[in-house]
């Protein structure tokens, strides 16, 4: 096994998820991604990786526009206030 750190269970990790809970975010089965966290990286599919990525890049953007939206009510409150 390489020194880096099989995507999926570092991903897994990350996210305070079982591998259960990350399969059904991106498709696959607990069990297929339990089976692959044991192994190399060379050895999960593009698919995977990819449906990782994806998921990864969907969470980063729901927490941003969580951000922009507080942001435009503390706007909307600002300039309430000044009316």
Same mark, same amino acid.
């Given at each position: 096994?390489?020194?880096?750190?099989?995507? %999926?269970?570092?991903?897994?990790?990350?996210?305070?998820?079982?591998?259960?809970?990350?399969?059904?975010? %991106?498709?696959?089965?607990? *069990?297929? $991604?339990?089976?692959?966290?044991?192994?190399?990286?060379?050895?999960?599919?593009?698919?995977?990786?990819?449906? %990782?990525?994806?998921? $990864?890049?969907?969470? *980063?953007?729901?927490?941003?526009?969580? *951000?922009?939206? %507080?942001?435009?009510?503390?706007?909307?409150?600002?300039?309430?206030? *000044?009316?």
């Amino acid at each position: 096994m390489s020194n880096e750190q099989n995507l %999926i269970k570092k991903t897994a990790k990350e996210l305070r998820m079982t591998y259960k809970e990350l399969g059904e975010a %991106i498709g696959y089965s607990g *069990d297929s $991604l339990n089976n692959m966290a044991s192994k190399d990286n060379s050895t999960i599919s593009n698919q995977i990786k990819k449906a %990782i990525e994806l998921y $990864l890049e969907n969470l *980063d953007l729901k927490k941003r526009l969580e *951000d922009y939206s %507080i942001l435009k009510n503390a706007l909307k409150n600002i300039v309430k206030e *000044d009316f």
